[in-house]
């Protein structure tokens, strides 16, 4: 019996860019630079903790679907600390996720209606859009500057409209590492007032912020604060994007609808995984050396760079570093980024990937997070090419 015909509901999308540059990376030995992920291990002391817990009796079964309360505790008493706001109350604005990614489905499941419009500030990671558009609802992309992909207010002034239910913000940007001001926060804060649109705020790389600025968050805002939901990493703070665990602090009201959707998408997070981490999160050693260490990584691949003809855009924080390649080859960024992953041995993104209609703006993205020899490897490899 044949099978019955499928009307997609993401009929132009297909395996997303990440999986694509990191397969054709395994396939050729290409070092990759393109996925957002480390090539060294979580901190020994969060992996023993791992280890301990995973044979604790009790804590191979569901997790309260919230999270632990000793971890949403813990991320209360951190957010404080860090942040210098109000503790979140643990119990009614934190919830554990299945990482970030699911707590921005949760988010845009829960809030977005059908013919409601979010507002996606390009260029933005590849699953902003097509999430939005599985609730119905439609995607209105909003340039970022092309000198230094930071928000143009008046061009998202010109955006809002009625319809507006979510404004998407990424502070640290992926790809560009741009980061927003306590300023921009202000005149996005007015912006808003007189409306009813909320934020998702997007801070999976807060301690990833360099040249001796602060991470600039939504929490920090009082205005913003009572109709945002900010998001966070676990993966992206200690090295272990693998464990999947993120969560959202939002709200009551917020918080309420979040968990409506949480608890028949996910349910519940890895129990062990939970207790592993609220073992450490107390110890605010490692999320404070964050910024140092990714900097030091920074300016070492940049000076790795300097010689091999590709102008690298300024970091001010992230681990990627956008480089415009016009000096070295005239090919689109697609073709140019798998002629580097097959012909040099270095995988990277293109930055089309990270616009809805491909814009291709002579872009192409590598993931710094990597051992220093790593590194070293990567740019030898790109030294001594032969590209035009």
Not at 74 to 91: F, M
Not at 103 to 127: Q, S
Not at 138 to 164: H, I, M, N, Q
Not at 301 to 315: H, K, M, N, Q
């Amino acid at each position: 019996m044949p099978t019955p015909a499928l009307a997609s509901k993401l009929p132009d999308v297909g395996t997303s860019i990440f999986s694509v540059m990191s397969q054709l990376a395994q396939e050729h030995e290409a070092i990759n630079l393109a996925q957002g992920f480390p090539d060294y291990d979580p901190p020994l002391v969060l992996r023993e903790a791992l280890a301990r817990h995973a044979t604790t009796p009790g804590h191979q079964q569901y997790a309260p679907m919230p999270g632990l309360p000793r971890l949403r505790e813990a991320i209360s008493h951190k957010t404080a600390l860090v942040y210098g706001v109000p503790a979140p109350n643990p119990n009614t604005e934190i919830t554990i996720t299945s990482g970030a990614t699911e707590a921005l489905y949760a988010v845009l499941a829960a809030v977005v209606h059908p013919g409601d419009e979010v507002l996606v500030l390009e260029p933005a990671y590849d699953l902003y859009g097509p999430a939005i558009r599985l609730q119905g609802g439609k995607p209105v992309y909003v340039p970022l500057r092309a000198t230094d992909f930071r928000p143009d207010w008046d061009l998202v002034a010109a955006a809002l409209s009625p319809r507006t239910r979510l404004i998407m913000l990424n502070t640290p940007h992926n790809p560009s590492g741009a980061v927003l001001t306590e300023q921009d926060w202000d005149t996005l804060a007015g912006l808003l007032a007189p409306t009813n649109t909320l934020v998702l705020s997007d801070e999976v790389y807060e301690h990833m912020v360099f040249d001796g600025q602060p991470h600039r968050s939504a929490l920090q805002h009082p205005q913003l604060a009572e109709r945002s939901f900010v998001l966070s990493s676990f993966g992206k703070t200690y090295h272990a994007t693998g464990w999947k665990v993120g969560y959202c602090i939002a709200p009551p009201a917020l918080t309420a609808e979040v968990r409506r959707v949480h608890q028949f998408l996910t349910f519940a997070v890895s129990t062990p995984t939970q207790h592993a981490l609220a073992d450490v999160l107390a110890e605010a050693a490692h999320f404070q050396a964050l910024p140092a260490f990714y900097q030091a990584k920074r300016d070492l691949f940049a000076e790795l760079l300097r010689e091999t003809g590709f102008d690298l855009l300024p970091v001010p924080g992230a681990y990627f570093q956008l480089a415009r390649y016009h000096r070295i080859s005239a090919l689109p960024d697609v073709e140019f980024a798998r002629r580097l992953t097959t012909e040099v041995g270095v995988a990277v993104v293109p930055v089309s990937a990270f616009y809805h209609d491909g814009q291709d703006a002579g872009l192409i993205r590598f993931c710094f997070a990597k051992e220093d020899e790593t590194l070293r490897q990567a740019a030898q490899r790109l030294r001594e090419a032969a590209l035009s």
